[in-house]
């Protein structure tokens, strides 16, 4: 590089405007980036944790880009020291990842004021847990007139040809076979029981939908009558006039917990954990109960009401005892065999 | 024909100076990437560090993948094999028809252009679902008492695909057949040939760019159709695109993902080189004759 002159004292004149006035160099900076889900979250947020962020931080610009999982956790890691993302929202299967991979800052957990409150399953010190999604049992009240109350209730042959679910690239598809193992003896660490399961399920098998939302849209079609459903989709549905129930079976319902994450070297480190601070704070985790969010709390602090206290858990103690929490870490080791082996295994 | 095929030459050199700016958009968003996804493919483990051709070697000696990777060149064979088998007589029927009629074709062909593939999709599976249009049809004038299970089978996908598709073989084959000088037909009729005679003399060899093009375009259309695929085929049909985003997607294994995409570009390679074979010795052949 050649050094003449002019391009000394612009420099020069740079270096020293900067150091004049220091908010200089955040005029270049970006605003806080929050990686959402796309969809119904995004609507949530925009709606409710947008704003509440902006009257805590004082109106600081913030911008949500959402995507998925693996693509936040792509984009972080093509410039580490440099990251397009603050912060970013994770199923626990690429919540594990990302934090194996050393995309996550730790949590300020000393700085919180909300976090004490959480209930101890969503505490996390690499990032807390805002909301929880509940998979359960999803049925047709209109074809199927018992409301069904286990998830053995799927291998009722009188559901023969009326039952869906999902392959095991979701967190739903992965999390019940899981379940499914565990009812038969199996756990985290072995569902050998699960697939023995599955295979008898086949002539209950409609559908085996490619993702969660695939799977909700079937029951428009009356292509299924009954299926493991997410309890949050199921409400869209139902919505928008949809036959569809949400129940959570006896043997508890499957509890995810979506973690909220600084990303390591973040240059909005400051407001990654105000927008954190939002979602973890009894005010917006109420507004996200009610309709039509319904999103499932997980401060303690929030009192559970309408669809979700009637269907779930009317306060923390009830949640606990009905939830099922699976653990991931185990469930990453092998989920990759898993996956290969329902490739090859299921076949309807 | 000769002298025109030579006379454009002049042309051709303003062409590529006009072509350059497409050129380098090509070659900064399709050739880098993809020689980093090359890149990417060389190496054995999931976090890119060791090199190798594991990935490769995995693929390829693992009976299963390969049998994803032939399913997904079969289907995308039915797939075209019926396009063509319905989109033909669609594009001769345009060729034969009145000045209105032709307009009438070209736009109920174009029409599914217009939508979106995910809304032609979701139509489908109205269609073809447990109470859909089919079954319920059957169901009420007594032909079937229990629905019959379309959705989700190949069968069921390989129909939604020819129709999402069908307008890239139906286009070219209207350009190509309308280029058939209609005398011919006819010169061929006055010399002693029947209607059959003169279609596979005449006008299929005639058609024969038409068809490798329609051919070409439906079925890296097909194969790679990633949303109607897992739509209508559902969760436990694994083709290659679903099977290349599972790995990258789900279980974070890029390279194994990019050596995948490698494999399926080189087959379909493959194939579009086999077509465009055998359409060149169609046409010497009938030139010969």
Not at chain 2, 232 to 260: D, E, K
Request: hydrophobic residues 50%.
């Amino acid at each position: 590089m050649m050094i003449d002159r002019r391009r000394l004292l612009t420099s020069a004149l740079t270096l020293g405007a900067m150091h004049a006035f220091p908010g200089l160099s955040y005029a270049d900076a970006r605003p806080l980036v929050f990686a959402t889900f796309t969809g119904s979250w995004e609507e949530a947020h925009k709606a409710v944790l947008v704003p509440a962020f902006r009257k805590a931080s004082g109106d600081a610009p913030v911008v949500l880009d959402p995507m998925l999982s693996v693509d936040q956790i792509a984009k972080v890691n093509a410039a580490k020291s440099n990251p397009p993302i603050d912060v970013m929202l994770h199923d626990p299967g690429p919540a594990l990842v990302a934090i194996g991979q050393d995309l996550v800052e730790p949590f300020p957990v000393e700085n919180s004021a909300y976090y004490k409150d959480l209930i101890p399953e969503a505490q996390d010190p690499n990032g807390p847990a805002p909301f929880f999604q509940v998979v359960g049992l999803t049925y047709n009240p209109d074809t199927v007139k018992t409301p069904p109350t286990s998830w053995a209730d799927l291998w009722n042959p009188d559901y023969k040809g009326r039952v869906g679910i999902t392959n095991l690239n979701s967190t739903l598809g992965t999390g019940w076979l899981v379940e499914v193992a565990r009812m038969h003896g199996g756990s985290e660490a072995n569902v050998d029981a699960g697939f023995k399961a599955l295979e008898a399920l086949k002539p209950n098998l409609a559908a085996v939908a490619a993702n969660p939302g695939a799977l909700a849209t079937l029951y428009q079609q009356g292509q299924i009558d009954i299926s493991p459903g997410n309890f949050n989709a199921i409400q869209i549905l139902k919505a928008r006039g949809v036959p569809v129930e949400f129940v959570a079976p006896k043997e508890g319902a499957i509890a995810f917990k979506t973690t909220i994450h600084i990303v390591k070297n973040s240059p909005n480190k400051e407001l990654a954990f105000k927008l954190i601070e939002a979602a973890l704070s009894p005010e917006v985790q109420t507004t996200l109960t009610e309709p039509p969010y319904l999103i499932v709390p997980t401060n303690a602090k929030v009192a559970m009401t309408g669809e979700i206290a009637k269907v779930l858990a009317k306060d923390t103690d009830e949640l606990k005892k009905k939830f099922v929490f699976q653990d991931w870490k185990t469930i990453n080791q092998q989920r990759a065999s898993w996956i290969e082996k329902f490739n090859r295994d299921i076949k309807i | 024909m000769k002298s025109a095929a030579i006379a454009p030459g002049d042309v051709t050199r303003y062409g590529l100076g006009l072509a350059a700016p497409l050129a380098l958009v090509f070659a900064v968003f399709f050739i880098a990437p993809l020689a980093q996804l090359f890149y990417l493919s060389l190496h054995n483990d999931a976090v890119a560090t060791v090199w190798g051709l594991g990935q490769y070697v995995k693929f390829l000696t693992d009976p299963f993948s390969l049998s994803v990777l032939g399913a997904t060149l079969l289907l995308g064979a039915e797939v075209t094999l019926l396009c063509l088998v319905l989109g033909y007589p669609i594009a001769w029927l345009h060729q034969r028809a009145g000045h209105w009629l032709q307009t009438v074709i070209i736009l109920i062909v174009l029409l599914p252009l217009l939508t979106s593939v995910v809304v032609r999709t979701f139509a489908w599976i109205v269609i073809l679902g447990r109470q859909g249009i089919i079954n319920s049809t059957l169901q009420s004038l007594g032909l079937i008492s229990t629905p019959l299970r379309m959705l989700y089978t190949q069968g069921g996908l390989v129909v939604a695909l020819a129709q999402v598709q069908m307008p890239l073989m139906v286009l070219p084959l209207i350009t190509a057949i309308g280029r058939i000088d209609t005398n011919l037909a006819d010169a061929s009729a006055s010399l002693g040939a029947g209607h059959w005679r003169t279609f596979f003399r005449v006008i299929l060899p005639l058609s024969m760019p038409g068809i490798i093009a329609g051919c070409t375009l439906t079925y890296a259309a097909a194969i790679t159709a990633f949303i109607t695929q897992s739509l209508v085929g559902g969760g436990q049909m694994l083709f290659m695109p679903m099977y290349l985003y599972q790995q990258a997607s789900t279980l974070q294994n890029w390279p194994f993902a990019a050596a995948i995409s490698i494999i399926f570009l080189v087959a379909v390679l493959a194939i579009v080189a086999l077509f465009s074979t055998l359409g060149r010795r169609a046409r010497i052949n009938g030139d010969a004759t």
